[in-house]
């Protein structure tokens, strides 16, 4: 089953230690791209939930974004540069001394300097951490599952519109390949009517000629074309049946598809020829249009 690239899903849980909310957006890009948005507490999980992503998004641009409110205060540790005070404490002694000021350094005077404290956040405990990281995971896993229910309803409609640029391809190869063979046989006769005209068949033997009428004529046969174009029509209807990812198969089918078109277009005989030509190259291009939200 075809899954669109573009999805959006939210997903929202609330324990004892946290209340936390994931939110997952994918659009379409060639490859897979992840980009993921975490608190700096849970920065440690980037790699867990990345390879989460990839192990059930092939392709597009996907977007994580995890807000959180932790409801335990975290443990604060508090080193203090012991060097550094006991040097400031001999400045303002001895300032105190010459009277440069009434008074010593207070203890608050000290801590205003940047380098005499430093506070920092001690890491979670392990059973508060496994607890909020099992959470997360679950709620991006619940995320994903969203996000994928959308892109396949996405992809029910593109694969419908596919389905409907193939069968409009396939009726006008046919009509193609009607028109070039009347536009073959109508130049042959018209080779042949061209001859008699200008009298040569009494100074050239038929064979000869017939050769070089048939030679002509060769050089306006796409049949190995067309037959390489309902090639690729139906190798494109048999992967839209698939559940494997194939919108970069598509893609290239597609492109080859073009090649064919252009040739056919650049053979072909017939006065309706150019006009079918033209309407299956903006058929390819529909086509190649929606393929591009194919994941």
């Known amino acids: 089953m075809i899954k ?18 994931v939110t997952l957006r994918s659009v379409n890009h060639r490859y897979l791209d992840v980009q993921i948005h975490l608190p700096q507490v849970l920065i440690g999980l980037d790699y867990e939930l990345r390879s989460l992503i990839r192990k059930h998004i092939a392709r597009g641009h ?17 080193d203090l540069n012991e060097s550094l005070i006991e040097e400031l404490v001999k400045v303002s002694q001895l300032a105190k001394k010459h009277g440069w000021t009434e008074r010593g350094m207070s203890v608050s005077d000290l801590l205003r300097f940047p380098q005499a404290m430093t506070v920092s956040e001690q890491p979670m ?32 409609f593109v694969l419908s519109d596919l389905e409907e640029r193939i069968t409009e391809l396939r009726h006008l190869v046919d009509q193609i390949v009607s028109e070039s063979d009347a ?11 061209k001859l008699d005209e200008l009298g040569v068949h009494d100074h050239i033997d038929q064979l000869s000629v017939s050769r070089e009428v048939v030679r002509l004529v060769a050089r306006s046969d796409i049949h190995e074309e067309i037959s390489r174009m309902k090639g690729h029509l139906d190798h494109m209807a048999g992967l839209t049946a698939e559940t494997e990812p194939c919108g970069r198969k598509l893609d290239f089918l ?11 277009g ?22 190649r249009e929606q393929i591009q939200n194919v994941e």
């Open 4 to 21: 669109s690239m573009t999805g959006f899903s939210t997903v929202s849980h609330e324990d004892k230690w946290v209340a936390l909310t």
């Open 62 to 78: 996907v977007q994580l974004d995890v807000t959180i409110r932790l409801k335990t205060t975290p443990d604060v540790g508090i």
């Open 125 to 156: 405990q392990d059973d508060i951490w496994n607890s909020i990281s099992l959470s997360l995971t679950s709620a991006t896993s619940r995320a994903i599952n969203e996000l994928d229910k959308m892109r396949l309803r996405e992809g029910e």
């Open 183 to 193: 536009g073959s046989n109508l130049l042959s006769e018209r080779l042949l009517e």
């Open 254 to 264: 597609v492109q080859e598809m073009n090649r064919e078109v252009n040739t056919i």
């Open 266 to 287: 650049s053979k072909a005989e017939g006065q309706k020829t150019s006009s079918l030509v033209v309407a299956s190259k903006a058929e390819l291009e529909k086509l």
